[in-house]
């Protein structure tokens, strides 16, 4: 391996991994965000409507924005940890990022035991705020195991399968907690047992490297922009566009309630989620593995954003089942090349090699930060300043500018 400031653990890797590798990478992340995103999109927006009936849609915005406030101060702080961490067990070093994601891993389902009894609203927000804390935890060592390991020529690819993840584990943990265990407690359950299950062989089964003995570990919160605008961009696109995706997707399941008027809004939004995620997987490996062969991230970003936005035009305009079906196989095709593509892309232009994890962790605020924001923003549009159709216009109009701004990446085809 190359060496970087004559530290070879902080060097750009240059051996492509192996696909065991990626696999354990893989589950993990499925494992991670079936406990995150099933919650956020079925079991929350069910508990508090059990707890809450009358003012649901401001409630549910207060449980999730203080979990996403929560989420942008934890992600970038265990992510600058990791990246000091230097532990030995049984007097032999151990490695920097795992110790976090076991760690998170066991905060999160203690969490999600007791949000499975919570009984009222403030132990709903307490307890989604540990599961938080652990989820973003374990995100920001699984995220730096891609510059950590995978070389710049792999990273489309590899990104592509840690993206899909984010909406085929909506899926299975739909699935789960629709049509198998059906009582919210014992769904919160099955996403605990599922998060132990496929995120701790990765942290078991593959090498961590520890720091060198001689490297400093001082954990430096300043990150020096100078001279590196790219990442300040980087930064900015992903905020956008997920603020557009937290707008797009925070109140489905009331929007097939109240706007489609589905019979079956629970059947209904499992069939979306379910093309959803058919779309993802159809345009993430695909767009990340011809991002990587040709060399050319940026206009990868750009058409995901068109499509998104096509999508959310369309459920602005014609509130109806089959446009929702349409609407929701485009919002997943853009949806999964940006992942895979703008995760390869970010990778190439963090600020310091070795900050990796803080870095990421600080891009990962504008993936959180959205989701506290979008509550605050889609709670007032839905219920005084013009309903569904104006948010899924803003939808349109945010996603679209985050794709555009991803063109004033300089360093970075």
């Given amino acids: 391996m190359a060496v970087a400031h004559g530290v070879p653990v902080l060097a750009t890797p240059v051996e492509p991994v192996r696909r065991s590798w990626i696999g354990l990478l893989f589950a993990a992340n499925l494992g991670l965000w079936m ?54 067990l049984f007097g032999r070093p151990y490695g ?45 060592s699984l995220t730096a195991a891609v510059p950590d390991r ?88 992903r905020f956008l566009v997920q603020l557009g995706n937290a707008l797009g ?26 093309l959803y995620t058919v779309g993802m997987i159809g345009t993430a490996m695909l767009g990340g593995w011809l991002s990587d062969r040709l060399g050319r991230r940026k206009i990868f970003v750009v058409w995901s954003g068109v499509l998104i936005t096509i999508a959310a035009t369309l459920l602005a305009i014609w509130p109806t089942w089959p446009v929702s079906i349409v609407a929701s196989l485009l919002f997943g095709a853009g949806y999964g090349v940006y992942l895979a593509v703008d995760t390869a892309l970010i990778t190439q232009v963090l600020p310091s090699e070795g900050d990796r994890a803080r870095d990421l962790g600080v891009v990962n605020i504008a993936s959180a930060a959205p989701q506290a924001l979008g509550p605050l923003l889609a709670a007032p549009i839905v219920t005084h300043l013009g309903g569904y159709p104006a948010l899924f216009g803003l939808t349109g109009v945010v996603t679209l500018a985050g794709a555009v701004a991803v063109m004033k990446i300089r360093s970075v085809a």
């Avoid at 409630?59 to 990791?82: E, K, R």
């Avoid at 769904?187 to 090498?207: C, S």
């Fill in 35 to 88: 406990a995150y995103f099933t919650p956020i999109q079925i079991l929350l927006p069910m508990q508090v409507a059990d707890i809450a009936p009358d003012n649901k849609e401001l409630w549910l915005g207060v449980v999730t924005g203080i979990g996403a406030i929560v989420a942008i101060v934890v992600n970038p702080l265990a992510g600058a940890l990791s990246d000091r961490t230097r532990l030995k």
């Fill in 96 to 140: 920097r990022r795992h110790v976090w994601t076991l760690g998170g891993c066991i905060i999160s389902v203690l969490a999600i035991a007791v949000l499975a009894e919570a009984p009222n609203l403030l132990t709903v927000t307490l307890a989604w705020c540990f599961v938080t804390i652990g989820i973003n935890t374990m995100l920001a």
């Fill in 150 to 237: 995978v070389p710049v020529a792999q990273r489309g690819l590899v990104s592509g399968w840690i993206g899909m993840p984010q909406a085929l584990g909506l899926v299975i943990g739909a699935i789960l907690v629709t049509a198998v265990f059906t009582d919210i407690g014992t769904g919160y359950i099955a996403l605990g047992l599922g998060l132990v299950v496929l995120t701790t062989p990765f942290a078991l089964l593959t090498q961590d490297d520890p720091l060198p003995g001689d490297h400093k570990v001082k954990v430096r919160w300043k990150i020096d922009l100078r001279g590196k605008p790219d990442y300040l961009w980087a930064w900015g696109t």
């Fill in 249 to 274: 997707t925070l109140y489905l399941l009331y929007f097939l309630t109240d706007a489609v008027k589905l019979e079956d809004p629970d059947t209904g939004l499992l069939y979306m989620i379910l």
